[in-house]
T-cell receptor, first 113, second 116 residues
Framework: DAGVIQSPRHEVTEMGQEVTLRCKPI?????LFWYRQTMMRGLELLIY????????DSGMPEDRFSAKMPNASFSTLKIQPSEPRDSAVYFC???????????FGAGTRLSVL | DQQVKQNSPSLSVQEGRISILNCDYT??????FLWYKKYPAEGPTFLIS?????DKNEDGRFTVFLNKSAKHLSLHIVPSQPGDSAVYFC???????????????FGKGTHLIIQP
């Protein structure tokens, strides 16, 4: 099992540019989560999906952030336009069942200059 | 307002001794607790979990204790090994609320350093 795969591992962009982060969950996992880690706020839940349907997006900071899950094996988190305060590590995680352990990808380190 | 608190940013323990990492929470709706371990440049790795109906769960060298009345849980690692050096996150799930019931609330982590 390859685990949760995120790409890119690192992203450096300029303020105002669009950024797209990608995630492939573990095959067969019905739940997919996006988290953001910053020094100030630690790990925060942004949004999660169940069977490709967004269930809770209350953690998405602003309308500049959007997430999609077009199929069971792929999700994207998009920031448009990006701002320096979006700089953080973004993690994707998946779980097999409701309330089960979540398995994380290696993360995408985003730097917005 | 932090609902999950890990008050020790770092902890240093000698190899072979017991490591005890602590976590406090404020939300009485939390019904499931997890510990994650994180190495630099990697994602958090699930270690062990405990349901709120239990007070102890053990898996090899790792034991998690839950004290619901005190809203406190701890992770014991015995014996500590050099490979245990990492950041440990406590996480909790609010099982009774609607919507984000499956999302986890994380503490800010404790950096455990195992000294030879």
């Amino acid at each position: 099992d390859a685990g949760v795969i995120q790409s890119p591992r690192h992203e450096v962009t300029e303020m105002g540019q669009e950024v797209t982060l990608r995630c492939k969950p573990i095959s067969g996992h019905d739940y997919l989560f996006w988290y953001r880690q910053t020094m100030m706020r630690g790990l925060e839940l942004l949004i999660y999906f169940n069977n490709n349907v967004p269930i809770d997006d209350s953690g998405m900071p602003e309308d500049r952030f959007s997430a999609k899950m077009p199929n069971a094996s792929f999700s994207t988190l998009k920031i448009q336009p990006s701002e320096p305060r979006d700089s953080a590590v973004y993690f994707c995680a998946s779980s097999l069942i409701s309330g089960g352990p979540q398995y994380f990808g290696a993360g995408t380190r985003l730097s917005v200059l | 307002d932090q609902q999950v608190k890990q008050n020790s940013p770092s902890l240093s323990v000698q190899e072979g001794r017991i490591s005890i990492l602590n976590c406090d929470y404020t939300n009485s709706m939390f019904d499931y607790f997890l510990w994650y371990k994180k190495y630099p440049a990697e994602g958090p790795t699930f270690l062990i979990s405990i349901s709120s109906i239990k007070d102890k769960n053990e898996d090899g060298r790792f034991t998690v204790f839950l004290n619901k009345s005190a809203k406190h849980l701890s992770l014991h690692i015995v014996p500590s090994q050099p490979g245990d050096s990492a950041v440990y996150f406590c996480a909790a799930r609010d099982g009774l609320s609607g919507g984000g019931a499956d999302g986890l609330t994380f503490g800010k982590g404790t950096h455990l350093i195992i000294q030879p």
